[in-house]
């Protein structure tokens, strides 16, 4: 499944056209790997987006072409989630 189709489905971000917009901005990678939108996600592979002043990392646990909102999070789990200081941001 695409990346920026997960992150929808998945509910980590609400529209694809916003996930794709993040990817293609450099702030999503996958495997320790800068992705793109059109990456190839599949189970086990762990995925760390940039939100403004947090890091959040996850890892794929199943993919749904669509789930209900309270199944969503069922579809990855949180493995860190970390404030950036604004220092770090720039770098």
Do not use: C, P, W
Not at 26 to 51: H, M, P, Q, W, Y
Not at 61 to 83: F, H, N, Q
């Amino acid at each position: 499944m695409r990346l920026d189709k997960y992150l929808k489905v998945s509910r980590i971000i609400k529209r694809r056209t916003v996930a794709k917009e993040v990817a293609d901005k450099g702030r999503i990678k996958v495997n320790g790997i800068l992705a793109k939108s059109s990456t190839n996600l599949k189970s086990g592979d762990e995925v760390e987006v940039r939100f403004g002043n947090k890091l959040l990392t996850v890892r794929v646990l199943e993919m749904k072409d669509s789930t209900k909102k309270e199944d969503a999070d069922k579809m990855y789990e949180i493995i860190s989630e970390t404030r950036i200081a604004n220092h770090e941001q720039e770098a």
